[in-house]
């Protein structure tokens, strides 16, 4: 349903329906009402539950109450992308594109993205080339080609396209990152540490690069440096189980041992639970009305310290 169709359904002779999809539909009332309604079926027999009346229940809002019921906090719905193209029978003539599209190296890339998702490895670095083809001033354009080559475990090649996007911008700390990761590999410790020295000093609240940066340290038997880092993790996030796990370490070969049985709990208590997963199929497979795409995983809250943001060069890009 589009929310144009609801504002222009008119009442007639008899009560109607406009479905939604999953089971929701609006009931269109003799005298002109609009009630959302869910129809399921329950041993055998369809019922019905209301969700609302339209237009005090939007059509988004009403797509939250057949998931979770009408008794649910207000959670924001963001809508991230809406379009309608009117297409003929037969043959349609070219039309510009609209200027709010995103241009083709952004499609490339955003491709790429998805490919790399899926671990399609030598298609995500194919579509990264039609980015470097199309706009060869983006220095994440190489970056994305190193991350999927490493991933690919092609060290050689991502070294490449490592150096050719740090030609470009020798300060990008995105770059630097995994440029360390490459020279972990080639066991070039002063280098890696200088990298991400670097980029925690651009992004101090990068979790992943303070992690690893420990881990250099570490390696190095530099174990009060090596706390430092996965203490500054902590403090970024109390929950960071990487930094439970280390730092019980830490604390035990420095001595600390009551710090480090204190960490070692909770990394217990944290961790994931082997069982959970196969208890959450249990769970989905006796209810299917929330094992659907609709279901919203998780809501974002305002923190008290929200992290220092990474910059973005464009929307959508890794």
């Known amino acids: 349903l589009k929310d144009v169709q609801i504002r222009k359904a008119k009442p007639s002779g008899k009560p109607y329906k406009l479905f939604d999809g999953g089971g929701m539909f609006l009931f269109i009332t003799p ?11 329950f041993q055998g027999k369809y019922q019905q539950m209301s969700l609302g009346a339209y237009p005090e229940v939007t059509l988004e809002q009403a797509r939250l109450n057949n998931v979770l019921g009408k008794d649910h906090p207000a959670y924001p719905v963001v809508q991230i992308a809406s379009r309608s193209r009117t297409i003929n029978i037969g043959d349609n003539q070219l039309v510009p594109p609209n200027p709010q599209d995103n241009p083709d ?6 491709l ?22 199309l706009r060869p001033d983006y220095a994440d354009a190489y970056t994305n080609i190193a991350l999927t080559e490493i991933q690919w475990e092609k060290y050689g090649s991502a070294r490449m ?22 020279e972990r590999r080639a066991s070039n410790i002063g280098a890696e540490l200088a990298d991400l020295q670097e980029v925690v000093q651009q992004y101090p609240q990068s979790r992943d690069a303070r992690r ?33 796990y280390n730092l019980s370490i830490l604390y035990h070969r420095m001595g600390r041992t009551k710090e480090a049985e204190e960490q070692q709990a909770l990394f217990i208590t944290e961790k994931i639970n082997s069982d959970a997963r196969v208890e959450a199929l249990k769970y989905l497979r006796a209810h299917p009305e929330i094992s659907d795409e609709s279901v919203p995983w998780h809501v974002h809250t305002d923190l008290p310290n929200p992290p220092h943001a990474e910059s973005k060069d464009d929307g959508g890009n890794y």
């Open 212 to 244: 690893e940066l420990g881990i250099a340290y570490y390696r190095q038997g530099d174990y009060e440096h090596a706390t430092q880092q996965f203490e500054a993790v902590q403090d970024i996030d109390p929950d960071d189980l990487a930094a439970h």
């Open 112 to 133: 790429g993205i998805a490919y790399l998702d899926a671990s399609q490895y030598a298609e995500a670095v194919g579509a990264f080339s039609q980015v470097v083809r």
């Open 161 to 182: 396209s490592i150096d050719k996007a740090l030609a470009m911008n020798p300060d990008n700390a995105r770059a630097l990152y995994y440029a360390a990761l490459l």
């Open 31 to 41: 005298t002109g009402g609009k009630l959302w309604r869910w129809q399921y079926r």
């Open 105 to 110: 190296w952004m499609r490339w890339n955003n």
